[in-house]
């Protein structure tokens, strides 16, 4: 069984290295090695890791790749399908994206509340940011489940793509009379974008998901629900919620995934 972890890519160390450690992590909880892929800056890519299985003779084994994304966006709907099918390995499964979902959220919250957020404050979820209607949607669903958590409406702010830009979004909090205004980061490591969360002028930013622990248990629940199961067991090896592709979308929707 090959396990491998599929992230965005990061010209920043820190972010290359947060990464690198939370598949460590893993690779301790599930108890054999992960891989680490990027779909986008660096590599390896996950053609490259997937193919490099096959030049091994590991193409025999099972190949899960779980997407280290926090919504459905291109790179989840085109590029890891796009990879699969390059890299020639016959037996992929590649799991849904981390997000959005209630775990995620409540992961969100928790950091709010360990930075020290308080009831009152304007709290705005800080994305990448997308051009792809499908994975804006999700933003707003993980927003959405944020503001139940907190009791508080909680707006969106974009450190790339997509309007308002996180500082404008600041802005407009406090000109609508904020005491004090929160970025809950929604990156999954450190980077440009959260760079640019914490010059936002934000009184208090979060910082990015992938640092929390209980991320590492629910990428290690990923690829256990898609293991095969042994012999005698009647699981199905293909589970109804992974996503297994086959097949290159027909042409690309949009941008990159927040």
């Known amino acids: 069984m090959s396990l491998i972890l599929a992230a965005h890519g990061t010209r920043r160390p820190s972010g290359v290295a947060m990464i690198g450690d939370l598949a460590a992590r893993v690779s301790t909880l599930v108890e054999a090695t992960v891989q680490v892929a990027f779909v986008d800056v660096l590599g390896p890519t996950p053609s490259e890791v997937l193919s490099a299985l096959c030049h091994a003779e590991a193409c025999r084994r099972p190949a899960i790749v779980v997407p280290a994304f926090l919504s459905r966006g291109y790179h989840v709907r085109a590029d890891l399908p796009a990879h699969v099918i390059a890299s020639g390995h016959p037996n992929v ?66 450190a790339a793509t997509g309007d308002p830009d996180v500082a404008i979004a600041v802005a407009n909090a406090r000109r609508h009379g904020a005491g004090r205004v929160v970025v809950a980061s929604y990156l999954l490591a450190e980077g440009l974008f959260q760079e640019r969360l914490r010059d936002c002028g934000a009184d208090l930013v979060t910082t990015p998901v992938g640092t929390h622990p209980d991320v590492a248990r ?35 929707a949009g941008g990159g995934d927040a």
């Open 93 to 158: 499964t590649v799991t849904p994206a981390l997000g959005p979902s209630s775990d995620i959220a409540r992961i969100v919250a928790q950091q709010l509340v360990e930075s020290g957020w308080r009831a009152g404050d304007s709290v705005i979820l800080g994305a990448a940011g997308t051009s792809n209607r499908r994975a804006y949607a999700d933003l707003c669903h993980t927003a959405a489940l944020l503001s139940a958590l907190i009791g508080s409406r909680v707006n969106l702010g974009f």
């Open 218 to 252: 629910l990428i290690v629940n990923r690829f256990r629900r898609a293991m095969p199961r042994r012999k005698g067991t009647q699981r199905p090896h293909h589970l109804p919620n992974c996503a297994v592709h086959t097949a290159l979308p027909a042409r690309r």
